[in-house]
């Protein structure tokens, strides 16, 4: 019914008497409309309202997968990369560069798509050759020379987030290689990689080398792929009773690094500041822009706890 009520409105909106309406406030992103539509009556939310209580509602949300599950799934597909020709391997590479990316940085599927080549690759040598404090712990507060030498890569995007007005940069911090062995760094490097050997300078890191955007479907096939993959060998990481359409890259992967660094004892606010939009910027587009300095400068100073939520996954 709701798909039914969205088409209508739709629909409504663009008819002569939905034209004629024609007055609208907004504030931001937000928008509200004073309309005569049907489908937005009071009686008509009612009534779904009604009905909801009545029929009750399925809902079909994606699952998380146990982190050890994700490494494995990374592991098949470098196993996959060392068997293809170079040629053949780019769109591959490029898949498990997400699911790298989009568990370590707790990202949305279309969110990891955003990642900026020349951005990232100015920071890239950053904390690559860095060392973990001794005697760590997520309870010890680390010096300022052990934050300076952490191993770190930093992840750069560029586009529009969830409750903005337009593109800006976020930077985030993220440790080399988690405890589970999940290995970003690794696989940031060899996305950049690509695009060098692309001839790609800026742009988008996932786009291909025509510049045609990444395909969702696509990614969210390969995904369920070797989730089967990892179903007909791995049982103890991937039963063979889940079912893999309940899986994607849309919210899998972030659900999984939420659901990790909530069983390593990482408090809400540590995990809120892995992608500070979804709570600093939910001022409808209010936030100001700032240029990529300002952005990396407030990365690094968040990078202890960053950081560190990524290290224990």
Same mark, same amino acid.
């Given at each position: 019914?709701?798909?039914?009520?969205?088409?209508?409105?739709?629909?409504?909106?663009?008819?002569?008497?939905?034209?004629?309406?024609?007055?609208?406030?907004?504030?931001?992103?937000?928008?509200?409309?004073?309309?005569?539509?049907?489908?937005?009556?009071? &009686?008509?939310?009612?009534?779904?309202?009604?009905?909801?209580?009545?029929?009750? =509602?399925?809902?079909?949300?994606? %699952?998380?997968?146990?982190?050890?599950? @994700?490494?494995?799934?990374?592991?098949?597909?470098? !196993?996959? *990369?060392?068997?293809?020709?170079?040629?053949?391997?780019? +769109?591959?590479?490029?898949?498990?560069?997400?699911?790298?990316?989009?568990?370590?940085? %707790?990202?949305?599927?279309?969110?990891?798509? =955003?990642?900026?080549?020349?951005?990232?690759?100015?920071?890239?040598?950053?904390?690559?050759?860095?060392?973990?404090?001794?005697?760590?712990?997520?309870?010890?507060?680390?010096?300022?020379?052990?934050?300076?030498?952490?191993?770190?890569?930093?992840?750069?995007?560029?586009?529009?987030?969830?409750?903005?007005?337009?593109?800006? =940069?976020?930077?985030? @911090? *993220?440790?080399?290689?988690?405890?589970?062995?999940?290995?970003?760094?690794? &696989?940031?490097?060899?996305?950049?990689?690509?695009?060098?050997?692309?001839?790609?300078?800026?742009?988008?890191?996932?786009?291909?080398?025509?510049?045609? +955007?990444?395909?969702?479907?696509?990614?969210?096939?390969?995904?369920? !792929?070797?989730?089967?993959?990892? !179903?007909? /060998?791995? !049982?103890?990481?991937?039963?063979?009773?889940?079912?893999?359409?309940?899986?994607?890259?849309?919210?899998? *992967?972030?659900?999984?690094?939420?659901?990790?660094?909530?069983?390593?004892?990482?408090?809400?606010?540590?995990?809120?500041?892995?992608?500070? &939009?979804?709570?600093?910027?939910?001022?409808?587009?209010?936030?100001?822009?700032? /240029?990529?300095?300002?952005? =990396?400068?407030?990365?690094?100073?968040?990078?202890?706890?960053?950081?560190?939520?990524?290290?224990?996954?």
């Amino acid at each position: 019914m709701r798909k039914l009520r969205s088409t209508f409105s739709r629909s409504w909106d663009s008819s002569p008497a939905g034209v004629a309406e024609g007055a609208a406030f907004s504030r931001g992103t937000g928008k509200f409309r004073m309309t005569s539509c049907p489908s937005q009556s009071q &009686w008509f939310t009612d009534f779904l309202l009604g009905a909801q209580d009545r029929m009750g =509602y399925d809902t079909k949300k994606q %699952l998380p997968l146990p982190i050890k599950a @994700i490494v494995k799934m990374l592991e098949l597909v470098r !196993q996959d *990369l060392d068997e293809r020709e170079a040629a053949e391997s780019a +769109p591959l590479l490029r898949f498990d560069a997400s699911v790298a990316i989009l568990a370590a940085a %707790l990202l949305r599927g279309h969110e990891g798509f =955003y990642l900026d080549i020349a951005a990232t690759k100015a920071h890239l040598a950053d904390g690559k050759n860095g060392v973990l404090p001794e005697k760590f712990s997520k309870h010890r507060i680390l010096s300022e020379d052990e934050i300076l030498a952490l191993p770190t890569v930093c992840i750069c995007l560029m586009g529009k987030f969830k409750g903005e007005t337009g593109e800006r =940069y976020h930077s985030i @911090i *993220l440790a080399n290689e988690s405890m589970s062995g999940l290995t970003v760094r690794w &696989w940031v490097e060899a996305l950049i990689s690509l695009c060098d050997e692309e001839g790609k300078a800026t742009g988008f890191a996932f786009d291909e080398a025509d510049d045609t +955007p990444p395909d969702s479907a696509e990614y969210n096939a390969l995904f369920r !792929q070797y989730l089967q993959r990892l !179903q007909e /060998n791995h !049982q103890d990481l991937f039963s063979a009773k889940e079912d893999v359409t309940r899986y994607g890259i849309s919210r899998s *992967l972030c659900k999984s690094a939420v659901t990790r660094a909530g069983k390593a004892g990482m408090t809400e606010m540590e995990v809120s500041a892995v992608n500070r &939009w979804r709570t600093v910027e939910k001022a409808k587009g209010s936030c100001p822009k700032h /240029n990529m300095l300002t952005h =990396y400068t407030d990365a690094r100073a968040l990078a202890p706890m960053t950081w560190k939520y990524s290290y224990v996954l």
